[in-house]
Structures are given as structure tokens and as C-alpha cells.
């Protein structure tokens, strides 16, 4: 029990970060395999995917079975936001094992999972959070964390749900393209592809409307830095 506290709930533990930074590259290795099993050239090594997703699966399901055994208050964990995505990101693949008619959209869910980073982000500003030499920076640093995983977040699921909802359209057979389209829409570019459906159009007004979201913060963050460079100082908010 002790050793499972240090491992996933004592957050200033070296071992804690440790196991973090590990299910952080395998829940990157997920996500990057369901984008790229969506691609129809990649048909060859759909058992290959199989292997990688059910080997996450039950990484992610011990990880989830010991957070909770850890966890002093269980029924927090379980409906806190964590608890969540923790289960979101295991629930989808035992269903669809049932082979219930598992629906395209239900097993896209999947792609939730790397809402798990959040986590990682957390901790990382705990801990620079905690040292006291060159605060500024860390803040700094931070912020730009922030941005671009907000950026890659926004890119991955619109990007996915143009995939759902514009499935007869060629211009998005698959999760690579609809997130090369929402890139472009979210960094102010002009996309030459459009939707063939008003679900579609609204995901592009939702995806334009993020990206002047994340425009403003790209714009604090800059701004933080001049004042950095030109005055020398900047106070940490």
C-alpha cells in the first residue's frame, strides 16, 4: 500500500514522477496508434494496432485498479475529473470487445485519453511551483506548456470530430486529415477544403472560435516575454 501511495498519489515522491512520465509516453504512443488506424493505407498492420491498444489498455487498467486502492478517499477519485479519464480511457476497448454492434463514434472516444496529460501538467507546475531560483522562467515555461498542449488537445479532437461527422467525405477519410484541416483553422490559416454538412460547419465555427481563444493566450505569452526582455522583470501571476 505504501509503495502504491508513493507511486500514484504522493505527488512530490521521485518514484510518483517516474511512473507519471511513464504512463505519459505510453498514453502519446496510444493516441498516436488510433490516428493512424484510421488511415486506410495503414490496413495492413491493423493486428499490430490491436496488440499496441490492448497492451495500453491493460497498462491503463492497472494504473486505474491502484490509483484507487491508494486513493483514501475512493469515491472522490472515481468522480473527480482524473477518475473520469481515467476510466474513459479503458471503458471504450472492453466494450467494444463484446462485439455489440460497437459504434465508429464510441470507439473514437478513445481519443480522450490524452486529456490524461493534463495530469502530467500538473504536476510539472507543482513542482516548478515549488522552486524558488528563477521563477520568472518557470512560469514562462509553463505557460508555453500549457499553449501547446491546449493547441495539440484542440488540433486532435476537432480535428476527430470532423472525421465523425464529415465521414462521406474524402477530404476527411481519416484523423490525420481532419487534424491537418483543424491546424490550419486554429493558426488563422485559410483551409481550402469545407464540410459537406452543417454539423460539419459548425465544428469548423467551433475550431475557428478555439483558435482566437488560443491566439490570445499565444499573445499573453509573448507579451510576458518582451516584458521579460525589455524590462528585466516581470511579476509572476
Known sequence: MKLLKRAFVEIGSPLYMRVNNFFALITLVSVLFIVLETVESLGQYT???????????????????????????KLKYIFSFYGLVDLIAVIPTYLGATNLSFLKVARITRILRFLRMVRLLKMMRIRKG?????????????????YILTLTMTVLVFGTTIYLVEGNNPAFANIPLGMLWAAKLTLGGISQVTPDTILGEIVSIGTRFVGLLLFGLLIHIVGKFFEKMLLGSAPIE
Do not use: H
Not at 515549488?130 to 500549457?146: F, N
Open 47 to 73: 493486428e499490430l494496432f490491436k496488440i499496441v491498444e490492448w497492451v495500453t489498455v491493460v497498462l491503463f487498467s492497472f494504473e486505474y485498479l491502484a490509483r484507487l486502492i491508494a486513493e483514501e478517499k
Open 130 to 146: 515549488g522552486s524558488s531560483t528563477d521563477g520568472v522562467k518557470a512560469v514562462q515555461r509553463l505557460s508555453i506548456q500549457i
